[in-house]
Structures are given as structure tokens and as C-alpha cells.
């Protein structure tokens, strides 16, 4: 299965309690079509209390699957607390984008998409040379200030 597919395949679940276990999940979504995997991410402070981080996915063999899940479970309770059931969204890369720890214009698409070809460079330069010299030119008899006296 691509990544793509993957990601289609897959759903995430937030607002979770903490004694929720993958094997809790697995249960419960279960029901709406064969799981892939259950991921519960853990907490990345050693001194936090809660064993995880409140989220989890879980992928399932069929993107149809997954709709249901979403259909049936977002909004619903899950040990006495309301969970969220969306699609999961695609992880951006830690290389490209805002965020990222090279510049912009140093990526690999930005340069593609944000290039200007050799014609608009002339029609640029071409526009620029047609503007007057003097952008008050035109304006001399306008020295007053106000409406036109009748």
C-alpha cells in the first residue's frame, strides 16, 4: 500500500482518557473493518503523569473502512469522555515549508513553482520602460488645492 493509501486508510482519534490502551481501540473500531495498525503516541516528557499523549490513529486494510469509522464513532464516548474520529492528516516533512531549518528558497519545489520564466522577465521590464519619467507629469495646472472655483 502507498503512503498515500495509508493516510487515506487512516484515522484519528483525540480526546482520549488515559486509561485507554491500543488494545482498547483495537476493540472498539474493530467493528468497522479489518485494522492495519493502532498507534498510541507516548509521552516525550519522562515526568509526565499521563502514559499517553491524549491522540492516537488507527489504520485500517480499506479507506472505506475508515469512513465508516469516522461516520459512526466521531462525537461518541469512549470512557466517560467524547472523542474526536477524523481523517488523518498527511505528516509534513521537517525539510520543507515554514518551519523547516533551510531556507525557502533553498528547496527543491519552491524554486519550481515560483521561478519566472524569461518571457514575463520582458514583459516586466517591458511595462516599466513604458511609465512616464515625471509622475507628476500632467499635473501643472493643479496647484490649488480644493474644488474647481466657478
Given at each position: 500500500m502507498t503512503d498515500t493509501a495509508r493516510w487515506k486508510a487512516t484515522v484519528y482519534i483525540g480526546g482520549l482518557a488515559s486509561v485507554v490502551t491500543?488494545?482498547?481501540?483495537?476493540?472498539a473500531f474493530i467493528p468497522f473493518g479489518e485494522i492495519a495498525d493502532v498507534s498510541l503516541p507516548k509521552n516525550e516528557n519522562p515526568n509526565a503523569s499521563e502514559p499517553h499523549r491524549g491522540f492516537a490513529y488507527v489504520e485500517f486494510e480499506d479507506a472505506e473502512?475508515?469512513?465508516?469509522?469516522?461516520?459512526?464513532m466521531d462525537q461518541?464516548?469512549?470512557?466517560?469522555r467524547v472523542i474526536k474520529v477524523s481523517a488523518a492528516k498527511i505528516?509534513?516533512?521537517?525539510?520543507?515549508?515554514?518551519?523547516?531549518?533551510?531556507a525557502l528558497w533553498e528547496q527543491e519545489g519552491w524554486l519550481a513553482e515560483h521561478a519566472v520564466s524569461e518571457e514575463d522577465r520582458l514583459a516586466a521590464d517591458q511595462a516599466q520602460s513604458t511609465r512616464p519619467e515625471d509622475p507628476m507629469q500632467g499635473l501643472e495646472g493643479l496647484d490649488v488645492a480644493g474644488p474647481k472655483p466657478e
Open positions: 491500543t488494545t482498547h481501540l483495537h476493540d473502512d475508515a469512513k465508516e469509522a469516522i461516520d459512526n461518541s464516548e469512549l470512557f466517560g505528516p509534513k516533512s521537517a525539510d520543507s515549508g515554514l518551519g523547516s531549518k533551510t
